[in-house]
């Protein structure tokens, strides 16, 4: 194995950019993940619970 040096994920940004958009990018795919919950939801889990048959 060699030995290498480990590189920073983030490329030199400056910090006031990359904190509006890291706020952005975490705001959007908070949304996504609560519209794929939303979709879950009402589309599998309220029927069955409707029809009786979860609980």
């Known amino acids: 194995m060699s030995n290498y ?5 983030r490329m030199s940004q ?4 990359s904190s509006s958009a890291d706020l952005g ?7 996504a993940t609560m519209a794929l919950f939303a979709y879950i939801i009402y ?5 069955l619970i409707a029809k009786g ?3």
Do not use: C, D, N, V
């Open 53 to 55: 048959l979860l609980f």
């Open 14 to 17: 400056s910090k006031s950019k």
């Open 43 to 47: 589309h599998f889990i309220y029927p």
């Open 25 to 31: 990018q975490t705001a959007a795919l908070g949304g």
């Open 5 to 9: 040096t480990q590189r920073e994920w």
